[in-house]
């Protein structure tokens, strides 16, 4: 009789064996899969954490970009605001000559311009008193000469034309 046990045995051990160095490979390959996906997964985290980091210190850039920006533009729209108000009230000589030339009718020609602190000494000639009239009025409406007064009229004899002096406020 020929023991078939002892071989019985054997192979069952061996593919016990087999078995238990299989199930322990496979463990180990799982666990080493994990333990990688694990490392690429912080790898990823810290790859997206720097990439915040930068594009947040780039937000951080613009917005003081933006903000200075604003600041510029309040500060240009203040000056606008200041030129606007100086234009509106300006009263150099330069604007009040280049308004005379402006309301000064055809047939009225002015031959002295005298300033003597707040008045204008206007003195000049004109053809028809409808040329003074309309200049008198013209210096009411006038932003820079206000209250004209005719202090003189000379009508000169033999000529057509007549001489005037007109006190304005400046």
Known sequence: MINLLACYEKTYNQKHLWFIY???????????AILSWDI???????????KNYITEQKFNMINSKITAVKKSHADDMHIISILNQLQRHNSSPAAMLH???IITPSGLYLTEIN??????????NFQSYEDLNKFITNIRNSKFLKNPVLSEIKTMTGKRISHFVLHCNF
Do not use: P, R, T, W
């Open 40 to 50: 690429f997964l912080q790898q990823q985290v810290k790859d997206a954490n720097s």
């Open 99 to 101: 308004e005379l030339v």
């Open 115 to 124: 300033k003597d602190k707040l008045h204008i000494i206007l003195k000049g």
């Open 22 to 32: 299989f199930f322990s490979a496979c463990i180990f390959m799982i666990i080493i």
